[in-house]
């Protein structure tokens, strides 16, 4: 999973829960995990039985951090290296579930989304925690990688049994996992009969109710300039995540190399560009903040259909804002911040 610095985090958590803090009777918690800082938000609950169900999602998340790290040793870099050898392999039922369900939203994104092309994003130097300095992978490997086509596809499953058609194939869920952990923590909160609360990871979020009598309300970054572009109230069950290539890069003599790749080109994205989905399902969501990044403008659009999804707002460098005409009247635009507006299906 990727690991962002701090300052970052702070300031994504902080966009992400623009007005919590004053508000009384929300119990705030941040963990840390997923390399990034989690906050969990629970209205009107009681401090004890809040500590305990934050103790609870602290427990799952380490779990599925352990289980489904792209790098670090575990269940999924076992399962990665059994592929290499061409060997079939016992995984856990919560990577099956991962495969399954990443397997379908990299069919809708038309490969855009794709967790096997861990190899490209490993020769790109993210499979580490510290962001890659000094030169740039090699070419040819890139090119052999991109050759090898590596995909869902290519994955064989029975029960809890994994082969791949493909050695080439690595697993990489950096791009979906933090949207399933998401979701099932709200399964939680809910199943301990929590009613109000938002769960942020970086400014990833899921929401349930609302804190008193007015809506959750959020931010949605700039992918330039650290600032909100917009904000937007979410109401129970919906969810919002943000995808941009500006979270985590190298540099080399002055071109940033994100860490979202188009596994068509085994290239990073160059493009600058934030692309956020609202929807009611975070692995979703996701995913396709992820593909609608790879995508930008203005492929974003067929990948948004293909997807289902009809609140989608994408923001360039040069602060252009491509959105669904669904997604714009949800949102509010800080003033002078959306210089240009190009509405899907709108001439
Ligand atoms: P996100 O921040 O959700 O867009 O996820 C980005 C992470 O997903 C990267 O750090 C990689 O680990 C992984 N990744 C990069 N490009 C892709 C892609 N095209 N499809 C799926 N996963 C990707
Ligand atoms: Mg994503």
């Known amino acids: 999973m990727t690991s962002l610095r701090i300052p970052l985090l702070l300031l994504l958590l902080l966009l992400g829960l623009t007005g919590c803090e004053k508000t009384p009777g929300i119990h705030k918690e941040t963990l840390y995990v997923f390399g990034?800082?989690?906050?969990?938000?629970?209205?009107d609950v009681a401090p004890e039985k809040a500590a305990a169900v934050v103790g609870e999602l602290n427990q799952t998340f380490r779990k599925m951090h352990e289980d489904w790290h792209a790098w670090k040793p575990g269940a999924l870099t076992e399962l990665n290296s059994a592929i290499a050898r061409g060997e079939t392999v016992e995984?856990?039922?919560?990577?099956?579930a991962l495969i399954?369900?990443?397997?379908?939203?990299?069919?809708?994104?038309?490969?855009?989304?794709?967790?096997?092309?861990?190899?490209?994003?490993?020769?790109?130097?993210f499979h580490q925690d510290d962001l890659p300095k000094g030169s740039l992978p090699d070419f040819d490997r890139i090119k052999e990688r991109v050759a090898a086509n590596p995909t869902m596809d290519d994955l064989i499953l029975d029960g809890t049994q994994v082969a791949s058609r493909n050695?080439?194939?690595?697993?990489?869920?950096?791009?979906?996992?933090?949207?399933?952990?998401?979701?099932?923590?709200?399964?939680?909160?809910?199943s301990r009969?929590?009613?109000?609360a938002i769960v942020n990871a970086g400014g990833d979020l899921n929401v349930i109710g609302r804190p008193g009598d007015r809506a959750w309300k959020v931010g949605i970054r700039h992918p330039v300039d650290w600032g909100v572009i917009a904000?937007?109230?979410?109401?129970?069950?919906?969810?919002?995540?943000?995808?941009?290539?500006?979270?985590?890069?190298?540099?080399h003599e002055g071109i940033r190399y994100a860490h979202i790749i188009d596994p068509r080109t085994g290239m990073p994205v160059t493009h600058i560009v934030s692309a956020s989905v609202l929807h009611r399902d975070g692995g979703l969501a996701d995913a396709a903040a992820t593909a609608l990044s790879v995508a930008g403008p203005p492929g974003w659009e067929k990948v948004a259909e293909a997807m289902?999804?009809?609140?989608?707002?994408?923001?360039?460098?040069?602060?252009?804002?491509?959105?669904?005409p669904a997604m714009i009247k949800r949102v509010t635009f800080e003033p002078g911040e959306a210089k240009r507006m190009v509405v899907s299906g709108q001439p």
């Open 36 to 43: 990034t800082l989690v906050e969990i938000s629970l209205y």
């Open 91 to 96: 995984t856990l039922p919560s990577i099956i």
């Open 100 to 125: 399954e369900r990443s397997r379908e939203l990299s069919q809708l994104s038309g490969g855009l989304f794709n967790p096997a092309i861990g190899h490209l994003v490993g020769l790109w130097g």
């Open 167 to 190: 050695p080439l194939v690595k697993l990489d869920f950096g791009a979906f996992a933090k949207g399933v952990a998401l979701d099932e923590a709200v399964r939680i909160l809910k």
């Open 193 to 196: 009969g929590i009613t109000n």
């Open 231 to 251: 904000s937007v109230d979410l109401a129970d069950g919906e969810v919002l995540y943000t995808s941009g290539n500006y979270e985590r890069f190298r540099e």
């Open 308 to 324: 289902g999804l009809d609140h989608v707002l994408l923001v360039d460098d040069n602060g252009t804002v491509y959105a669904t």
